[in-house]
């Protein structure tokens, strides 16, 4: 997918079809981040005494939901929606062992993930795009879990930070580029912003001269 591909109508309001694909992503990625927390507590054992750091490595697993919503459908605030609407799920639905505040780590992912996309004006979707998206939800949600948790003044700080930022890059970000193109080329996203987008950028072919 090119840069630079038209984007949606961003004023007219969301269509219900988009409404229904958000929720339904929110879902989905609510129960993959479940099973996500089970791979996070396996990895920490195996990880032994540096297990504690075994969620940094995992972390960008958790902003996919983000990148690849606003990816699309390509309106602002889907992103954050769908992150929202997933710990809402692994809340309310699985009894994630965070509880509510959850949701606020949620929000920042979502927020952090959703800023490169927007400054691109919800039409620029490269891997650079997508790889800003998943740095910024990453390193947004640690100073959250780092005042939460202690861990300002901890001598591993920067290994944290530099393990959940190239998590964020690897796993929320180009891995979300992989799902959604993955996705688009069967056909099923045609109907939305993205299969729009693309067909609008899409050369006209040629016609032989008689």
Same mark, same amino acid.
């Given at each position: /997918?090119?840069e630079?591909?038209?984007?949606?109508?961003r004023? $007219?309001?969301?269509?219900?079809?988009?409404?229904?694909? /958000?929720v339904?992503?929110?879902?989905?990625?609510?129960?993959?981040?479940?099973?996500?927390?089970?791979? =996070?507590?396996g990895?920490?054992?195996? /990880?032994? +005494?540096?297990?504690?750091?075994?969620?940094?490595?995992?972390?960008?697993?958790?902003?996919?939901? !983000? +990148?690849?919503?606003?990816?699309?459908?390509?309106? +602002?605030?889907?992103?954050?929606?769908? $992150?929202?609407?997933?710990s809402?799920v $692994?809340?309310?639905? *699985?009894? #994630?062992?965070? %509880?509510?505040?959850l949701?606020?780590?949620a929000?920042?992912?979502?927020?952090? &993930? $959703?800023?490169?996309?927007?400054?691109?004006?919800?039409?620029?979707?490269?891997?650079?795009?997508?790889?800003? &998206?998943?740095?910024?939800?990453?390193?947004?949600?640690? %100073? =959250? #879990?780092?005042?939460?948790?202690? =861990?300002?003044?901890?001598?591993?700080?920067?290994?944290?930070?530099? *393990?959940q930022?190239? #998590?964020?890059?690897?796993? %929320?970000?180009?891995?979300?580029?992989?799902?959604?193109d993955?996705?688009?080329?069967?056909?099923?996203?045609?109907?939305?912003?993205?299969?729009?987008?693309?067909? !609008?950028?899409?050369?006209?072919?040629?016609?032989?001269?008689?």
């Open positions: /997918m090119a630079g591909v038209v984007g949606a109508r004023r $007219e309001p969301l269509a219900l079809k988009d409404i229904v694909l /958000m339904v992503l929110g879902v989905v990625f609510g129960f993959l981040y479940w099973a996500l927390v089970q791979a =996070w507590n990895l920490a054992v195996l /990880m032994g +005494p540096a297990g504690d750091l075994a969620q940094h490595v995992l972390l960008g697993g958790w902003l996919l939901v !983000a +990148p690849v919503a606003v990816a699309i459908i390509r309106r +602002p605030g889907v992103g954050i929606l769908a $992150e929202v609407i997933a809402v $692994e809340v309310v639905f *699985l009894g #994630s062992p965070v %509880g509510p505040l949701v606020v780590a929000l920042l992912q979502g927020l952090g &993930s $959703e800023i490169p996309f927007a400054l691109g004006r919800y039409r620029r979707f490269g891997w650079g795009r997508f790889a800003a &998206s998943g740095l910024l939800g990453a390193t947004l949600v640690f %100073g =959250w #879990s780092a005042f939460r948790f202690g =861990w300002y003044g901890q001598d591993v700080l920067v290994l944290r930070l530099v *393990l930022a190239v #998590s964020g890059v690897v796993l %929320g970000g180009l891995l979300a580029k992989v799902v959604v993955a996705l688009h080329r069967t056909g099923v996203l045609d109907g939305f912003a993205i299969g729009r987008a693309v067909a !609008a950028g899409r050369p006209v072919p040629r016609r032989r001269a008689g």
